[in-house]
């Protein structure tokens, strides 16, 4: 530290708010501290000792993204085109949804839950009143088939070595214009990025997400494509006038063609709008394991960004 | 840098906990009064902090475990004010005993003040944390959830912004 570092702190301690602290409350083994320490412990178990830390990685449901897949970059910018498109504005139903807030927070035992209270909002608006709150999360809504209507059907995080976030589903209530029952539960310290898509009713004429567009016929021809060579599933693909669009490796990164040989072999398969198809493929067929951490590795020990990365603090 | 902190040495993860705890409750409540100026708010970020201290104390690295629980601390103040109140009220008890503490705010030169206002709230916290809280900059990547290396360079431009505010309003600095 310089000696201009050291001026400045003092210049900085001299904004610092005088506290005066009641003795009682400010000892850790006063009567107050005591009782809030044995309250927290009582709340639950201390969290499990983990030896390792896990790389960052980003965790996909594998029965979630058939339903609702659009992995990467490009993959996503297209399913918030996708989904903005097919959402009704706002503006459309009247002046009040610009007053109310879109989503409700309530915090409890550690948890930021988040209700979507306007169904039907811009998932702009979503994102923003998260980002208030420091989340990086795209949350919206997608009109989805009967039984996943109140279900997630698509889901990735990216939390690092953090904890997650946990989706709060509610079958058959999450109508187009009205109810709508499902909530996410956030940790208070969560630091990842996660986008999360409900299914809702779909509003009359408005076509479903999602591969419960394919018949049975066409979901058997698309599994049929898992186990096979990436070139034969080019060619059984571009027969049928459909294109295929790559995921590989354990964080499931978007790849281009040339980034995969025609010698690896398809693992997983998930159908996209438009005549797309993800392949996830692999050189063995089998889904990547998660990397080894080397000795060397410095993983990040951070303990929470999630608020943190709001607007207010980065 | 250590990932996970060693078990105590009775290996007793309450052990450990409770040794945090009165290690830096009085610290966390000290930065929550100034960052806050309300006591009843103060007495729910403690609360909430090291309720999450509790449910994550694998996480909480072997090493400045002080800076670690300052980074949730910043966390749980953004969502602080717009929480709603939760079920099981932790903090009730220690909330009433803080009713009689006070925050003052200082009578600093307004040059200072004037320059610091007209930081980024990034950059206030930044020097916030290194003046008011005696964060290192190793503690500060801790509390940032960030490399130290970036810490530095965080904290470094933050100064430079600082001392360029405060020689435009005071030249004689």
């Known amino acids: 530290m310089t000696d201009n570092d050291e001026q400045q702190d003092r210049l900085v301690r001299l904004l610092s708010p005088e506290i005066h602290l009641p003795r009682t409350a400010s000892q850790p083994t006063g009567a107050a501290a005591e009782d809030l320490r044995q309250l927290i412990m009582g709340q639950s178990e201390p969290g499990a ?3 390792e830390t896990p790389k960052r990685h980003r965790i996909w449901s594998p029965r979630r993204r058939l339903a609702f897949a659009i992995p990467g970059v490009v993959g996503l910018a297209a399913l918030a085109l996708v989904v903005t498109a097919v959402l009704p504005r706002s503006s459309a139903l009247g002046p009040a949804p ?3 807030d879109a989503l ?17 909002a811009d998932p702009k608006r979503y994102k923003a009143e998260l980002a208030r709150h420091g989340l990086d999360i795209d949350l919206t809504l997608a009109p989805a088939q009967a039984d996943q209507i109140g279900r997630v059907v698509f889901q990735e995080q990216d939390n690092g070595n953090g904890p997650s976030l946990k989706e709060i589903e509610a079958p058959g209530e999450c109508s187009a214009n009205g109810n709508c029952s499902v909530a996410i539960q956030v940790p208070l310290d969560y630091q990842g990025y996660a986008r999360i898509v409900f299914g809702r009713a779909p509003k009359p004429g408005e076509d479903i997400q999602g591969d419960s567009l394919l018949s049975p016929d066409q979901q058997k021809q698309l599994d049929a494509l898992v186990g096979q060579r990436v070139s034969d599933a080019r060619r059984l693909l571009a ?11 354990y ?3 978007e790849a281009s063609a040339a980034q995969v040989p025609g010698s690896w072999y398809v693992y997983q398969v998930a159908p996209l709008t438009g005549n797309l198809v993800v392949l996830w493929a692999s050189a063995d067929g089998k889904p990547p394991a998660r990397p080894r951490a080397s000795a060397s590795a410095q993983p990040s020990t951070g303990p929470s960004t999630g608020p943190s990365t709001g607007p207010s603090t980065r | 840098m250590a990932r996970a902190a060693p078990r105590s ?3 007793d993860p309450a052990a450990r906990f409770e040794t945090l705890y009165r290690l830096c409750y009085e610290d966390l409540l000290r930065y929550a009064l100034r960052r806050t100026g309300r006591p009843e708010i103060a007495a729910d970020v403690v609360a909430d902090t090291f309720l999450v201290a509790w449910r994550r104390l694998a996480d909480i690295p072997a090493e400045q475990p002080r800076a670690w629980l300052f980074g949730v601390a910043r966390n749980v103040l953004a969502n602080q004010y717009r929480a709603e109140r939760r079920g099981v009220d932790l903090a009730a008890r220690l909330r009433t005993e803080l009713s009689d503490a006070t925050v003052v705010q200082p009578d600093a030169p307004a040059e200072v003040s004037a320059a610091f206002r007209t930081l980024s709230e990034t950059d206030q916290e930044l020097l916030r944390l290194v003046a008011w809280e005696g ?3 190793a503690e500060l990547s801790q509390a940032l959830g960030c490399s130290a290396n970036a810490a530095r360079i965080r904290l470094h431009r933050a100064r430079q912004r600082f001392a360029e505010a405060l020689r435009e309003l005071t030249p004689a600095i």
């Open chain 1, 49 to 51: 000792w983990t030896a």
């Open chain 1, 98 to 100: 610009a007053q109310a």
């Open chain 1, 104 to 120: 409700r927070f309530t915090q409890s035992n550690g948890y930021l839950t988040i209700r979507i209270v306007d169904p039907v």
């Open chain 1, 239 to 249: 027969g049928r006038g459909q294109t295929a669009t790559y995921r590989v490796g």
């Open chain 1, 251 to 253: 964080e499931s990164t």
């Open chain 2, 9 to 11: 040495r009775d290996g």
């Open chain 2, 135 to 137: 964060l290192s900059a």
